[in-house]
């Protein structure tokens, strides 16, 4: 008998000496997984988001790349999946690739409530579980804060009820930090969502200290800064350093700066193309970076 890590890695020595492509070491590996402080629930790190990715035609050619977008994501063993109602029709299309190809038991779903009064909330979770196929949302969150008292409200109140398992917050704005620091300490959520990259690093302040401080459950969004980080580094070579830490791209060295900071728990990275979803995936494995390598990137996007 040999483990599973000992034949792949044989076979791409293997698949070297016969000169064909090698499987890619990291590959042996399980993707790492963080805990959920208020339940110790392990959360595989890398995620993925729906913005834009999902707001696709049905039937349409992009809507059937998100299949292998979806398969590779789940194969490397991943988990996490975060929409919004307010993303156009990316529930629809969500929810029917997930029932269709039987892998909402595998899913940890996230959705959120962006909606004005209690019965719009209400409507629009309703909403949410029939566009997602689903009895049960994961994580529930407040999108941007949006009427944060009574939607936090009734996030609670539908987990109480076990139809949500986990609540939170979200925001995507340095200015937004603040307040959602103060709603953060007084409500004590499972959950925040935030953004943090290379080139926005505000969350560092006040956020993340206080996340990992209270136990709360931090989710990265908008890493490639909404894939804008990419036209920056064009033309640029890795740091020397990079394959030290089992990196071979740009994006995976995004998502490990991300993933660097202590008090991250998942990255959610969108893309509608498979091959840059395994390219993501890639950031699960090995090292994360230091103090050192962190700075670095610091100076050279800020
Ligand atoms: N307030 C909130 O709650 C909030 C706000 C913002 C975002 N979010 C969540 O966070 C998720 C991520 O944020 P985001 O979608 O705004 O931005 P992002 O993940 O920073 O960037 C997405 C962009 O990067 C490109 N990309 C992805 N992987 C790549 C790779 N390996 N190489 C090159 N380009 C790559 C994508 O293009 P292709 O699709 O063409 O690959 C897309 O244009 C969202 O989808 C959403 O679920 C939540």
């Given at each position: 008998?040999?483990?599973?890590?000992?034949?792949?890695?044989?076979?791409?020595?293997?698949?070297?000496?016969?000169?064909?492509?090698?499987?890619?070491?990291?590959?042996?590996?399980?993707?790492?997984?963080?805990?959920?402080?208020?339940?110790?629930?392990?959360?595989?790190?890398?995620?993925?988001g729906?913005?834009?990715?999902?707001?696709?035609?049905?039937?349409?050619?992009?809507?059937?790349?998100?299949?292998d977008?979806?398969?590779?994501?789940?194969?490397a063993?991943?988990?996490?999946?975060?929409?919004?109602?307010?993303?156009?029709?990316?529930?629809?299309?969500?929810?029917?690739?997930?029932?269709?190809?039987?892998?909402?038991?595998?899913?940890?779903?996230?959705?959120?409530?962006?909606?004005?009064?209690?019965?719009?909330g209400?409507?629009?979770?309703?909403?949410?579980?029939?566009?997602?196929?689903?009895?049960?949302?994961?994580?529930?969150?407040?999108?941007?804060?949006?009427?944060?008292?009574?939607?936090l409200?009734?996030?609670r109140?539908?987990?109480?009820?076990?139809?949500?398992?986990?609540?939170?917050?979200?925001?995507?704005?340095?200015?937004?930090?603040?307040?959602?620091?103060?709603?953060?300490?007084?409500?004590?959520?499972?959950?925040?969502?935030?953004?943090?990259?290379?080139?926005?690093?505000?969350?560092?302040k006040?956020?993340?200290?206080?996340?990992?401080?209270?136990?709360?459950?931090?989710?990265?969004?908008?890493?490639?800064?909404?894939?804008?980080?990419?036209?920056q580094?064009?033309?640029?070579?890795?740091?020397?350093?990079?394959?030290q830490?089992g990196?071979?791209?740009?994006?995976?060295?995004?998502?490990?700066?991300?993933?660097?900071?202590?008090?991250?728990?998942?990255?959610?990275?969108?893309?509608?193309?498979?091959?840059?979803?395994?390219?993501?995936?890639?950031?699960?494995?090995?090292?994360?970076?230091?103090?050192?390598?962190r700075?670095?990137?610091?100076?050279?996007?800020?």
């Open positions: 008998m040999i483990d599973r890590r000992t034949f792949i890695t044989a076979s791409s020595l293997a698949a070297i000496g016969a000169g064909l492509p090698a499987m890619p070491l990291w590959a042996a590996q399980a993707l790492q997984q963080r805990p959920i402080p208020s339940s110790g629930e392990m959360l595989p790190v890398i995620g993925m729906t913005s834009g990715s999902f707001e696709v035609k049905p039937g349409s050619p992009e809507q059937l790349a998100l299949r977008v979806l398969r590779r994501f789940f194969d063993g991943a988990s996490v999946i975060d929409t919004s109602p307010n993303y156009s029709n990316a529930e629809d299309i969500l929810g029917e690739l997930l029932v269709s190809q039987d892998l909402r038991a595998k899913t940890f779903l996230a959705t959120k409530l962006a909606a004005d009064n209690r019965a719009a209400e409507a629009q979770f309703a909403q949410s579980l029939q566009r997602l196929h689903s009895d049960r949302i994961d994580l529930l969150q407040v999108h941007n804060l949006r009427d944060w008292r009574t939607q409200g009734l996030a109140e539908l987990k109480a009820q076990g139809k949500v398992r986990y609540i939170g917050v979200t925001h995507f704005l340095d200015t937004a930090h603040d307040t959602l620091a103060d709603v953060v300490k007084a409500e004590k959520p499972d959950f925040l969502q935030i953004n943090y990259s290379v080139a926005s690093t505000h969350a560092e006040r956020v993340l200290p206080m996340a990992r401080d209270l136990g709360v459950a931090v989710i990265i969004n908008r890493a490639f800064e909404d894939g804008k980080l990419f036209a580094v064009a033309n640029r070579a890795l740091p020397t350093w990079a394959a830490v990196v071979s791209s740009w994006a995976q060295l995004f998502l490990k700066f991300a993933l660097s900071h202590p008090a991250v728990t998942v990255v959610i990275p969108a893309t509608g193309k498979p091959h840059r979803q395994s390219d993501n995936l890639g950031a699960g494995y090995g090292a994360t970076l230091d103090q050192a390598q700075d670095e990137l610091k100076a050279m996007f800020g």
